[in-house]
Structure formats: C-alpha cells, structure tokens
C-alpha cells in the first residue's frame, strides 16, 4: 500500500512539473535557435521529471524498493551532470559573449554632442543679445541728443546679434560635423 501512495504521489508532482518541463521540451525542439547552454539545461530539466515519472511507474510496479531507488539515483545522476555541463557552457558563452562586446566598443562612435551643441549655441544667442541691450544702452546714455544716435542705436545691437547668431550657427555645424561619420551622414 506505501509503494502506491508515493506512486500517486510522484505522478502527481511528474503532473504538475509540466511548467518546467513543457518549456524545456520547447527549448529544445528549437534546436539550434538557442544557445546550447539552454539546451542542455532543457535536457537536465526533462531528465529529472523523466527521472519522477520512471520512479512512479516503477514504484507502482515493482515490488522491491531498491528498482525504483536506483532508477532514481541514475536519475539524479544524469539530472545533474547534464546541468553541470549547461552551467560549465553557459559560463564559455558568456566570457565570448563579452568579448564581442568588448571589441564592438572599440570602435563605438564618439559621445551625443547634441546636448553641447545645443547649450554653445543658446549660450552664443544669449551673448549677442545681451551685449545688444548693453551696447544700445551705451549708445542712448552718452550721445541722448545726437542726430546719428538713432540709427546707431538701431544698427549696432542688431550687427551684433547677427554676428553671434552667425558664430552660433558655425559652432553648432562645427559640432554636427564631428559627430558625422566618414560619409558625411549622422548616424
């Protein structure tokens, strides 16, 4: 009577392991779409519920205990150096894995420099229209009643703001051009 309760009993857990089972008989009807290491451990997997399922057949089955104890101790065995090769495969694909990384970086393209080119340009545009108002500002306060006063106060801040927002506008091609690639094209 024992043999059939833990029978009933290891059927039902071989039953309910089908979360990890199912994935792993997925992983590797995949084939070669995964990594061996995944492979491998989806063969670990399958081999230990296959391992509960042979012992609760077994334990139904036969008489003595020590068919179903060894059958689980092959199990086991198996069960566990196929997982100490997946982890020993998982670990090569890693360290490659890594060192394509590493050589990919070597010829990674220089840093965003949109966020400078974009804080040298309103930088330059603040500059030009600050010195503007200051040189308008100057021009009004020394010569108030001079005839000429009027156009210079016109002339002169606006000269200078095109000058700044032409230096802006070199500046900021300037910093597209270094972050273009040998054809000329932003990536």
Do not use: N
């Not at 500059?127 to 040189?135: D, E, F, K, N, T």
């Amino acid at each position: 009577m024992a043999q059939a309760v833990l029978a009933l009993g290891a059927a039902t857990v071989a039953a309910a392991g089908c979360v990890w089972y199912l994935p792993a008989l997925a992983d590797l009807r995949a084939g070669a779409d995964r990594p061996v290491s995944r492979r491998r451990a989806a063969a670990a997997c399958l081999g230990g519920w296959t391992t509960v399922g042979v012992v609760a057949v077994l334990l139904l089955v036969s008489e003595a205990w020590w068919v179903p104890s060894g059958a689980a101790v092959a199990g086991v065995a198996v069960t566990l150096g196929l997982r100490v090769r997946a982890s020993l495969q998982r670990r090569r694909e890693s360290r490659e894995t890594a060192r394509q990384w590493a050589e990919l970086r070597k010829d990674q393209q220089p840093p965003d420099t949109e966020p400078v080119r974009t804080a040298v340009v309103a930088l330059l545009v603040g500059c030009g229209l600050a010195l503007a108002v200051i040189a308008a500002t100057v021009m009004v306060v020394v010569q108030p009643g001079h005839c000429m006063a009027g156009w210079a106060v016109a002339a002169v801040p606006a000269m200078i703001v095109a000058l700044f927002l032409g230096v802006a506008a070199v500046s900021g091609r300037a910093f597209r051009r270094h972050r273009a690639d040998g054809s000329g094209r932003r990536p």
